[in-house]
């Protein structure tokens, strides 16, 4: 068994020659055809593997096998690998480039890190500084009561008016017709002078917005009064759909608050615009709290190299009526206080039969920079007649004293964009609660 396998090598030995000086088969095999230097590296280590496990002709077989598959894949290598000469085995593993490719790296732009937000500290969150305006313009929802039962539970009267939208213009056109059986004005108003007869007029809006409310004229000691008045609104039909409409019955008083005697609320997405109509709805109460006393535009300007602050006065709207016919006279009062002391007061021309005047008009003071960080406006709304002392309206009060975060806010940035005017607009309030909160208020009477 020796001798066959021994034979078996020899001839192995004499087709494959690795050329070197190893054995005696060199010489003689030197005119032979030489194979692929890869090839007999294969050769070689497959003898040392015969050697060392006694293999017999089923091994040179699989060996042989092996030599085929080992052929293939060594011819795929580039021969560049090898070292001409030497002959040496070691593993030749072709080395990819994977490093990425970059497109557009020329127009790469450079990412900025997001700064983090600055949460506010428990000392730069107050109460004062909650603007109750944005909560109360949100109609509350009624008790869901049918109209028979709001009229018997609340006892207020009935409110009659239409509705119809131009889809051409684009125009909502409101109707106030009339009311009957509204309550006497002593089980409402306790302090009003006149206690068996009222003085009803309307105030129509689209809730949410306030801004662009209208009212109706005043009807004379009526607890049934007819006003058969048409009122527009320029809104799209898509957006109307999203409003509610808010009709509020008062009592207009010369010498007290207007009292609110009840409204009606009446989402528009339940009602066919189109075809429009005419409806009666029952009077709830409403928020007595609540007063309007009409908004002024204001805009402010300090020169720090003239020393001289300017005040523009340039509208108001939905001045609160104080003349029972008619619109009112209004005209407005700038005073400048310095800490606690009023120093000088100017007024606006007056404006005729108007609740919306328009003024476009603008006084000045001559101030130093040390002295505008002490000093307060006290802007006051009146009402003018010829016959008798003018009707005080409203108030609002700018500066060091200001009489709220609206005022705080418009004084702030005055002073921080000096040489440009800052306009803001700012809901009138009455002399009591600016007094409560400014002293400069108290000290203009």
């Given at each position: ?14 087709v ?9 088969c060199?010489?003689a ?8 230097p ?5 050769f ?44 040496k085995?070691y ?17 790469r ?20 500084n ?25 006892q ?18 409101v109707?106030?017709i ?13 302090n ?20 662009n ?21 320029e ?28 409204r ?14 005419h ?51 209004p ?23 108007t ?54 806010t ?6 921080q964009?000096?040489?440009?005017p ?24």
């Amino acid at each position: 068994m020796f001798a066959k396998s021994q034979k078996v090598l020899e001839k192995v030995l004499e087709v494959i020659c690795c050329k070197q000086d190893c054995c005696d088969c060199f010489q003689a095999n030197k005119t032979k055809p030489q194979l692929k230097p890869d090839i007999q590296h294969t050769f070689r280590e497959s003898l040392s593997r015969l050697d060392s496990t006694g293999s017999n002709t089923d091994s040179v077989r699989s060996y042989r096998e092996r030599h085929d598959s080992d052929n293939s894949r060594t011819d795929s290598v580039s021969s560049s690998s090898f070292v001409s000469g030497d002959y040496k085995h070691y593993k030749c593993t072709p080395v990819i480039d994977m490093k990425p490719i970059e497109f557009w790296a020329a127009n790469r732009e450079s990412v900025q890190p997001k700064p983090k937000r600055r949460l506010p500290s428990e000392s730069e969150i107050s109460i004062e500084n909650l603007q109750r305006d944005l909560y109360d313009n949100e109609p509350v929802d009624e008790p869901c009561l049918t109209d028979e039962q709001k009229l018997a539970q609340y006892q207020l009267g009935q409110l009659h008016f239409g509705l119809q939208y131009e889809v051409s213009s684009k125009v909502l056109v409101v109707k106030i017709i009339e009311a009957k059986d509204l309550p006497p004005p002593f089980s409402l108003d306790e302090n009003k002078q006149d206690m068996a007869h009222s003085n009803p007029y309307c105030k129509i809006s689209l809730l949410p917005d306030q801004k662009n409310s209208q009212q109706t004229t005043v009807q004379r000691k009526s607890q049934c009064p007819m006003w058969n008045e048409y009122f527009m609104y320029e809104i799209s039909y898509k957006e109307v759909h999203m409003r509610t409409l808010e009709v509020i019955v008062k009592d207009f008083d010369k010498y007290s608050r207007h009292c609110i005697i009840g409204r009606v609320l009446l989402p528009l997405s339940n009602v066919n615009l189109i075809k429009g109509g005419h409806m009666w709805k029952p009077l709830s109460p409403g928020n007595t709290e609540r007063q309007d006393l009409g908004e002024i535009l204001l805009s402010l300007n300090y020169l720090p190299s003239a020393g001289r602050l300017n005040i523009d006065v340039m509208k108001a709207k939905q001045l609160l009526q104080t003349d029972l016919v008619g619109g009112s006279d209004p005209f407005v009062k700038i005073t400048l206080v310095h800490f606690e002391k009023p120093i000088k007061t100017k007024k606006t021309s007056c404006k005729k039969n108007t609740l919306d005047p328009v003024f476009n008009e603008s006084v000045s003071f001559n101030l130093t920079p040390q002295q505008l960080d002490n000093t307060s406006l006290v802007v006051s709304a009146w009402d003018h007649n010829s016959k008798s002392r003018d009707e005080f309206v409203g108030r609002v009060v700018i500066g060091k004293y200001g009489s709220g975060p609206h005022e705080f806010t418009h004084w702030n940035r005055m002073l921080q964009s000096q040489r440009c005017p800052v306009a803001q607009w700012h809901s009138l309030r009455t002399r009591q609660d600016c007094d409560q909160v400014s002293p400069a208020s108290i000290a203009v009477p």
